[in-house]
């Protein structure tokens, strides 16, 4: 494949490209910010029934609990990294921008 093969792509098709890929990335972060709300609620429930019933030994289901919310924490801090470099990326261009 020879450098003359490739097409560029134009500005306006790229930032097409950029704008669907900050709205799934919005998307991500709605998605893993209510699931990590969701998982940290059900994983209290466990926690206090542990503590009310002990026999029942819950104690496994917590640990699965705890990798489940740093998953949702995973996602979420990946979806607010892009969010920021985009933000602060706008913003340089807008500041450096000759008027």
Do not use: C
Not at 5 to 21: E, G, H, L, P, S
Not at 43 to 62: I, K, M, S
């Amino acid at each position: 494949m020879d450098l003359q093969d490739v097409q560029r792509i134009d500005r306006k098709t790229w930032r097409r490209y950029i704008f669907y890929i900050d709205l799934a990335v919005i998307g991500i972060f709605a998605v893993s910010l209510t699931l990590l709300v969701r998982h940290t609620f059900v994983a209290g429930q466990l926690y206090f029934e542990n503590v009310v019933y002990p026999e029942r030994n819950l104690w496994g289901l917590h640990t699965e609990a705890m990798w489940v919310i740093v998953a949702d924490t995973a996602f979420l801090v990946a979806s607010l990294m892009w969010i920021f470099y985009r933000f602060f990326h706008n913003q340089y261009i807008v500041i450096t921008r000759h008027w």
